[in-house]
């Protein structure tokens, strides 16, 4: 790493309490310097995790900071994996391109090795920072702004048996949460909630807004039982032909197709609003299938979630396979030489093992391209088609393509 202007190269340290300004400050910068509501502040304070958090020093001046949130993820069978949130990435624009990033990408890479977690997982401000640092895109999200006037919604048997009822949304707070727990095994990419995180859904600030109301939420009830909610808020507009509002949501989970499609029809059927959007959703979510007019509706698909895998064995064991799988894979991993080489992977529905071999290679991949497969999002055999993966053994690739795969495809909730 090039030297700072003090002529020493910039001091990498765990974050203190009492340094936590400066650093948020660096960070906001870096995003455009937009100053954030003390609730947004004091929130993501709260939810620091000191020790796991990076900060770079240039003297008395913050020059870097990345923290590390200690996550659980869902990934292909259910199981719930330890792995670090890579979150609060920036460098100061004064300092920028002279690899501090680089330094910190490899001391909590280290870190996160030692602290014994198979995963590093992201959400990108850009896709090209984190390739290098072997991180591969590994869920995706729609997005959709849904023409609810020309569009029609046909909802399947028992939808009139859940009732829709407003609430406020710090009340019903912990029913909705028992609705995101139920949830979070099911699908691959899901986060289980740390303590604190379930305020995040609540933050409302002004800023945020951008014309809309505050935010509103309705519940999804059957028999008295809280089986769904969906946040958002209205953007008022009136033209000359009358009123045009647009629903914006911000959050929606259901435990069954019923509930799911109450909701959605409850966002259809808003009086005075003649669209609604909704980002970062599933990509195989079921209203796709209710609408009558998919095109009307634009979907359009994000990357979301980049996965690296810190350690290759552990992570590839801690999965299961949909269908039988014995392959050697050749790993290739320049920035964490320890996953370097061959890997022996057998595994089914059931269980997997993971142990380095000395057997020949009958797939050759990066590390970045086994992240981006690793949740079952993305096929082995379309990356192979761009040359990321070789296949050296005939039927190696159709066998793990297969096992590798996941449905539901997986998803990541909300960004951090
Ligand atoms: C998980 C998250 O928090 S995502 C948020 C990331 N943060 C931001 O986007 C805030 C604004 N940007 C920044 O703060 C900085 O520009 C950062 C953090 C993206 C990069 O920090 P730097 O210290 O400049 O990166 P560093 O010097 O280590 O660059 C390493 C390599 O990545 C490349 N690189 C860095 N940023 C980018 C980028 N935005 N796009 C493309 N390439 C990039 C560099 O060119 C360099 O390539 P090289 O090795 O071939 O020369």
Same mark, same amino acid.
């Given at each position: 790493m090039a030297n700072d202007s003090t002529g020493r190269a910039p001091e990498l340290r765990a974050l203190r309490p009492d340094e936590w300004d400066t650093a948020y400050d660096n960070l906001l910068r870096a995003f455009g310097g937009l100053p954030e509501s003390d609730e947004e502040r004091e929130m993501w304070r709260s939810i620091t995790e000191f020790d796991r958090f990076l900060a770079a020093w240039d003297g008395e001046r913050c020059v870097g900071t990345a923290g590390a949130f200690s996550f659980r993820l869902t990934v292909p069978g259910g199981t719930s994996v330890p792995a670090a949130g890579v979150t609060m990435v920036s460098v100061a624009a004064t300092h920028r391109r002279r690899g501090v990033l680089t330094s910190m990408m490899r001391r909590q890479l280290d870190d996160v090795r030692s602290w014994g977690e198979p995963l590093a997982v992201l959400c990108a401000?850009?896709?090209?920072?984190y390739g290098r640092f072997?991180?591969?895109?590994a869920s995706f999200q729609l997005d959709a702004e849904i023409d609810t006037v020309r569009v029609g919604l046909t909802v399947p048997d028992g939808t009139d048996d859940v009732q829709v009822r407003y609430s406020d949304p710090a009340e019903v707070l912990d029913a909705c949460e028992a609705v995101y727990a139920r949830l979070v095994p099911g699908r691959p990419g899901m986060l289980a909630r740390r303590p604190g995180w379930e305020r995040v859904g609540l933050l409302?600030?002004?800023?945020?807004r951008d014309g809309a109301s505050p935010l509103q939420c309705v519940v999804a009830e059957r028999d008295g039982e809280t089986v769904g909610y969906a946040r958002y808020r209205v953007k008022p507009s009136w033209s000359a032909a009358g009123p045009d509002s647009q629903v914006v949501l911000s959050a929606l989970e259901a435990l069954d197709p019923a509930a799911g499609a109450a909701l959605w029809r409850f966002l259809f059927g808003l009086d005075l609003t003649s669209s609604l959007v909704a980002r970062g959703r599933p990509v195989d979510e079921g209203w796709q299938y209710l609408?009558?007019?998919? %095109? %009307? /509706? %634009?979907p359009a698909r994000r990357d979301a979630l980049y996965v690296r895998p810190v350690e290759v064995g552990a992570a590839l064991a801690a999965r299961t396979y949909r269908a039988p799988v014995d392959v050697v894979l050749e790993v290739e991993d320049?920035? /964490?030489?320890?996953?370097a080489g061959r890997w022996r992977l057998s595994g089914d529905a059931k269980g997997a093992s993971c142990e380095p071999t000395r057997d020949a290679a009958d797939l050759a991949l990066s590390a970045r391209e086994l992240g981006a497969a690793y949740l079952g999002g993305v096929s082995l055999t379309a990356l192979a088609t761009a040359g990321r993966v070789r296949e050296l053994r005939g039927g190696a690739l159709a066998e793990a393509a297969l096992a590798f795969g996941s449905d539901p495809a997986p998803w990541m909730p909300h960004g951090f």
């Amino acid at each position: 790493m090039a030297n700072d202007s003090t002529g020493r190269a910039p001091e990498l340290r765990a974050l203190r309490p009492d340094e936590w300004d400066t650093a948020y400050d660096n960070l906001l910068r870096a995003f455009g310097g937009l100053p954030e509501s003390d609730e947004e502040r004091e929130m993501w304070r709260s939810i620091t995790e000191f020790d796991r958090f990076l900060a770079a020093w240039d003297g008395e001046r913050c020059v870097g900071t990345a923290g590390a949130f200690s996550f659980r993820l869902t990934v292909p069978g259910g199981t719930s994996v330890p792995a670090a949130g890579v979150t609060m990435v920036s460098v100061a624009a004064t300092h920028r391109r002279r690899g501090v990033l680089t330094s910190m990408m490899r001391r909590q890479l280290d870190d996160v090795r030692s602290w014994g977690e198979p995963l590093a997982v992201l959400c990108a401000s850009e896709p090209a920072i984190y390739g290098r640092f072997g991180y591969g895109a590994a869920s995706f999200q729609l997005d959709a702004e849904i023409d609810t006037v020309r569009v029609g919604l046909t909802v399947p048997d028992g939808t009139d048996d859940v009732q829709v009822r407003y609430s406020d949304p710090a009340e019903v707070l912990d029913a909705c949460e028992a609705v995101y727990a139920r949830l979070v095994p099911g699908r691959p990419g899901m986060l289980a909630r740390r303590p604190g995180w379930e305020r995040v859904g609540l933050l409302d600030p002004e800023s945020d807004r951008d014309g809309a109301s505050p935010l509103q939420c309705v519940v999804a009830e059957r028999d008295g039982e809280t089986v769904g909610y969906a946040r958002y808020r209205v953007k008022p507009s009136w033209s000359a032909a009358g009123p045009d509002s647009q629903v914006v949501l911000s959050a929606l989970e259901a435990l069954d197709p019923a509930a799911g499609a109450a909701l959605w029809r409850f966002l259809f059927g808003l009086d005075l609003t003649s669209s609604l959007v909704a980002r970062g959703r599933p990509v195989d979510e079921g209203w796709q299938y209710l609408v009558s007019d998919i %095109r %009307r /509706c %634009r979907p359009a698909r994000r990357d979301a979630l980049y996965v690296r895998p810190v350690e290759v064995g552990a992570a590839l064991a801690a999965r299961t396979y949909r269908a039988p799988v014995d392959v050697v894979l050749e790993v290739e991993d320049a920035f /964490c030489p320890w996953n370097a080489g061959r890997w022996r992977l057998s595994g089914d529905a059931k269980g997997a093992s993971c142990e380095p071999t000395r057997d020949a290679a009958d797939l050759a991949l990066s590390a970045r391209e086994l992240g981006a497969a690793y949740l079952g999002g993305v096929s082995l055999t379309a990356l192979a088609t761009a040359g990321r993966v070789r296949e050296l053994r005939g039927g190696a690739l159709a066998e793990a393509a297969l096992a590798f795969g996941s449905d539901p495809a997986p998803w990541m909730p909300h960004g951090f």
